[in-house]
């Protein structure tokens, strides 16, 4: 009798603790449920929410729309599995993935007890990159774990990217930067419920590498996004990236080429825009990077990133319903300084064109290709190309990594910190170049493209847990281990303080100095040294190119 009892006992708890439920925390919306989980590092305990809706799916009347607020729900919601990405070309995966039902965010907090009154941390908000055509979030590429060790709440979520995202028919069913408008409910999101997940809405970081961190400027250069957010982090983007715009007449051409891709020829602008509300998502994505291909063939000037999936000045003429986010040129507004003017961090790799080799590493001369590649997309590769060398055939690594990292990269950062230092008030700007070079450099180690260096967005797995492509280093005495460690306080530091080398918590024996007017740059190393302007003549001689962008 008594051993049955005992058994019987032992089941039940068995099946308690398998029923365990996780932290539970309520939003406007409705309860969600998490999970508990461990940090890497140190072993500690924090809650993770997976998959919460933030928006209607765009689906229907709603594609291309901006997004509504998702509904409330009824009991508790399962916030305990990897959400679906938006539709898209993974190109690390290279396969088509996700669902239209993808507008959806995750939390991860070191609050365990949602109790009682909680103690609000700062809040760190993740904008993927991924030429506004890729990108998702995930815990295997961006996991939470060594950012939430140091005590500060952490968002990612997912945005509608490509033509999705992005298209632009000056029609008041199409304004464009649907995208960016996603990422701006998510700012309110954060803002209305952070609190519950013991985050504080005052303090909220914004952080993203490339067309993400490009779109935290256009989050900067609005008005509607006043006051939701404190601090800017900018990593190898700015809004006045040759990579971030696109004219109106573009993106409508675009749109009539990925159309008759899909074998409709348009006879209007309502036309155009019914057929592609209709066609499946995951056609809209395969000739979309169709496009991008047949377009350098032909040498057509509509250049690789101008495929309908960029940002575009909206036409408030027709914007009926107040919803336009991008309506001025990004130069002028930096130059009137009428934006949200806040402490920002902002900088480039060392290499950062090197990442442009990634779709000819199976060519016998990856460089010679690529260069001729990109001269035939844009008149102004091409011509900056001939200016160097007589034939583009003779450009070595070291010529195209210099001249792309100067001409999309460093002549735009370089401007934004010189308006930013200009404009932004008494707010400080912190200017960096990264040239760590890991012993897991993405592009080497999962791109298998075959040169040294520190290329475009090597550096945002300085600071993320990214098990699915990078060893996670344990061992403290391991100087990769101890580099991350030292990446990771410097940028919680700025989520905290607004300064990542506060005075009796710098995790580097320098001081960095905002940049001021001067320019004043930290070069990241396995040494960290304070330098004056790192931008030599020839990244700043494309400056005027880029002042004449809102002509």
Not at 1 to 16: D, E, P, R
Not at 19 to 28: D, F, H, I, K, M
Request: hydrophobic share 35%; aromatic share 12%; charged share 15%.
């Amino acid at each position: 009798m008594g051993t049955k009892v005992l058994v019987l006992f032992a089941l039940f708890s068995i099946q308690q603790c398998k029923g365990q439920s996780g932290p539970v925390v309520q939003t406007e919306n409705g309860a969600v449920r998490g999970l508990y989980n461990t940090t890497v590092w140190r072993s500690m305990k924090f809650s993770s929410f997976r998959g919460i809706p933030y928006g209607k799916p765009p689906v229907g009347h709603l594609r291309f729309q901006p997004p509504l607020p998702a509904e409330p729900w009824e009991g508790t919601l399962n916030a305990t599995k990897v959400p679906n990405p938006c539709p898209q070309y993974d190109f690390l995966g290279r396969q088509l993935v996700g669902r239209e039902d993808c507008l959806n965010i995750n939390v991860y907090t070191p609050v365990t007890d949602f109790g009682g009154s909680l103690k609000l941390k700062p809040v760190m908000v993740w904008i993927y990159g991924g030429a506004f055509s890729a990108g998702f979030s995930n815990d295997t590429l961006y996991g939470p774990s060594f950012l939430v060790e140091r005590d500060v709440v952490i968002v990612t979520f997912n945005y509608r990217v490509g033509v999705l995202g992005f298209l632009s028919l000056n029609h008041p069913r199409a304004l464009g930067n649907a995208g960016t408008k996603d990422q701006y409910l998510v700012l309110q999101w954060v803002n209305k419920n952070i609190a519950a997940f013991g985050g504080d809405p005052n303090q909220v970081t914004l952080f993203g590498m490339s067309s993400g961190a490009m779109c935290i400027g256009l989050h900067v250069l609005s008005e509607k996004a006043a006051g939701l957010f404190s601090k800017v982090i900018l990593i190898s983007g700015t809004p006045l990236s040759r990579l971030a715009h696109q004219t109106s007449q573009d993106a409508y051409n675009s749109a009539y080429q990925l159309a008759l891709l899909l074998g409709h020829n348009s006879t209007s602008t309502e036309d155009l825009l019914d057929f592609l509300s209709q066609a499946p998502a995951f056609e809209l994505s395969s000739a979309t990077q169709l496009l991008v291909i047949i377009n350098s063939v032909n040498c057509n000037e509509l250049s690789t990133w101008k495929n309908g999936a960029l940002t575009t000045i909206e036409n408030t003429t027709i914007d009926y319903n107040n919803t336009a986010y991008v309506t001025q040129c990004s130069l002028t507004k930096y130059q009137s300084g009428n934006f949200n003017k806040v402490p920002t961090m902002l900088g480039y790799t060392h290499d950062e064109a090197l990442f442009f080799l990634f779709p000819f590493t199976q060519s016998a001369s990856p460089v010679r290709d690529a260069t001729e590649y990109y001269s035939n997309v844009d008149p102004m590769t091409s011509k900056t190309f001939t200016d160097t060398v007589n034939d583009p055939a003779d450009i070595g690594v070291d010529v195209f990594t210099k001249v792309g990292t100067d001409l999309y990269f460093i002549s735009s950062i370089d401007l934004t910190q010189k308006l930013l230092a200009a404009n932004n008030g008494n707010n400080s700007v912190y200017f960096y170049r990264q040239s760590y070079q890991s012993p897991y450099t993405l592009h080497k180690v999962y791109l298998h493209i075959p040169y040294d260096g520190v290329a475009h967005i090597d550096d945002v797995w300085y600071v993320w847990e990214a098990s699915a492509i990078i060893p996670v280093p344990t061992d403290p005495n391991d100087p990769f281990y101890q580099y991350l460690n030292t990446m990771v306080s410097l940028y919680t530091n700025f989520a905290k303080y607004g300064n990542p080398t506060p005075e009796g918590n710098s995790p580097i024996d320098v001081t960095w100095t905002p940049s001021g007017a001067e320019g004043l740059q930290i070069d990241m190393n396995t040494t960290f040294t304070m330098n004056n302007r790192l931008a030599d003549a020839s990244a700043l001689g494309y400056e005027p190119d880029i002042n004449s962008t809102c002509n």
